[in-house]
């Protein structure tokens, strides 16, 4: 079963505009993480949040965690070609036992 | 630093044959998954190890497939008899103590399993 929903599916945008998309959970956490995964790289960590953090940045990442609505939003500002991929929230619960990814959000920069 | 390798890259079988795949994590990473992507899904966790021990299996189908990391460092996956459903991406990724289980992760990139 999945736990982390994404939204959008897919987005489709103009190079440099920036790029939002969701990821909500049903259960508490222990942390979010996003993951972005291309043919030429495969799947690379981004970012992680714990659950008592509210907003982390990295580079042109910005990540915001709302854990009383159990949602998460990953922003990439000026959006580059480079930046097209599928994007994935993984939760790992309370206990840190578990991982559970997203379906994820397939991102389009346009030229 | 190497990253972690994975062979073979592709696998095309017919149902009801064996598989196996191999996974080298990158050095000195005590903590190796292996994980399974359908087309279009994230990830799927089948198994974790912490060393030589499997911590967690819950996910993984006892029934056709095997893990097996017997000295805490590269590890297999076996599928016997491998069935039309199976066909997917198979990733293995590592994390270190360090960073503790569940935390930054790198990936291999992949075994794709083709089942006809």
């Known amino acids: 079963s999945q736990q982390g929903e994404e939204d959008p599916q897919a987005l489709s945008i103009q190079e440099g505009e920036n790029a939002t998309m969701n990821c909500s959970y049903k259960?508490?956490?222990?942390?979010l993480q996003w993951y972005r995964q291309n043919s030429g790289r495969g799947l690379v960590h981004l970012i992680l949040i714990r659950s008592n953090e509210r907003e982390k940045h990295s580079g042109r990442l910005r990540v915001t965690l709302d854990t009383s609505k159990k949602s998460s939003s990953l922003l990439i500002t000026a959006s580059r070609a480079a930046d097209t991929a599928s994007y994935f929230c993984?939760?790992?619960?309370?206990?840190?036992?578990?991982?559970?990814f997203g379906s994820g959000t397939r991102l389009s920069i346009r030229p | 630093e190497a990253g972690v390798v994975q062979s073979p890259r592709y696998k095309i079988i017919e149902k009801k044959q064996p598989v196996a795949f191999w996974c080298n994590p990158i050095s000195g990473h005590n903590t190796l998954y292996w994980y399974r992507q359908n087309l279009g899904q994230g990830p799927e966790l089948l198994i974790r190890?912490?060393?030589?021990?499997?911590?967690?299996d819950s996910q993984l189908p006892k029934d056709r497939f095997s893990a097996e990391r017997l000295k805490g460092v590269d590890s297999t996956l076996k599928i016997q008899p491998a069935e039309l459903g199976d066909s997917a991406v198979y990733l293995c990724a590592s994390s270190s103590r360090d960073r503790g289980s569940y935390n930054e992760q790198f990936f291999g990139p992949g075994t794709r399993l083709t089942v006809l």
């Open positions: 993984a939760t790992v619960g309370s206990s840190a036992s578990k991982i559970i």
């Open positions: 190890y912490e060393n030589e021990e499997a911590v967690d």
């Open positions: 259960t508490s956490i222990n942390n």
